[in-house]
């Protein structure tokens, strides 16, 4: 039961209404390149200083750049009577580009991308559907934009690869898969979680199969030579699964209906070696 004094005061109400505030000051951060030029910079600098390094308003900044120390993303120290911010441990380690934890990349894609679907939940609950063809278009659509480019593709590879750097080491270490030698990445994208299980397995052999231009992708800038990776082009709907002893199936079944995961799982156990 709830206390008296959160009826009173109803905190989580308000946090929950509110909570779109701060996921979009940290998009926004993140877009901007603050985190970015607070690295480059190696100091604290003013909101004076960063506005002009990263063309914006002084006034907007600040507020920005305030809301940032609230979130515990930037600290402030005062030179000189005037404020001056630098990067926190945590937002160096996660938010700055360059770092080999980073999540910038997926905070673009949840701003410039899924943020759009979400206006759309109440239709989606309503009609028992998806609606991001309501925000970004046909699934079509969607890959093409998302590939439009080359830059493009490879920074939303990397908003997908991003989670694994926190987490791959540890899913994989959390079962004993020795026994199984030849395996495939379903859907595998960069290799994260491949690699994961190859640094974990070094005996092991893992086949990432994705659609064509991911994979050409993949190979240019995510997987240098190992011998121990090969890939295999296609679509896993419409296309034959190669065989294997075991089948990676990471961030997959949540895109598409029981009926079309139920598909998938049938190829996969008709793939599957005893």
Known sequence: MSSSEELEYPQIVLDYQQGFFASQIMFTACELGVFDLLHELEEPASAATIATRLNTSIDGMERLLNSCVGLKLLKVDFINDEGCYSNTDISALYLVKSSPKTLYHTMLFHTQTLYMCWQFLTE?????????????????????????????????????????????????????????????DIGGCTGALTKHFLSTYN?????????????????????????????????????????????????????????????????????CKP
């Open 203 to 271: 005996e092991a052999t893992v086949t990432i199969m994705d659609l064509p231009k991911v994979v050409a992708i993949t190979k240019k800038y995510f997987v240098t030579d190992d011998e121990r990776i090969h890939f295999h082009e296609g679509d896993f709907f419409n296309d034959p699964i190669p065989e294997a002893d075991l089948f990676i199936v990471a961030r997959i079944t949540h895109c598409w209906t029981d009926e079309k995961c139920l598909e998938l799982l049938r190829k996969i156990y008709q793939s």
């Open 124 to 184: 989606a609950i309503r009609e028992g559907k998806p609606q991001y063809e309501r925000a970004l278009g046909t699934s079509e659509e969607v890959f093409e934009t998302l590939y439009r480019t080359e830059e493009d593709a490879v920074g939303f590879m990397q908003a997908m690869d991003s989670g694994w750097k926190i987490c791959g080491s540890d899913v994989i270490q959390a079962f004993d898969l020795s026994e199984f030698r030849t395996v495939c």
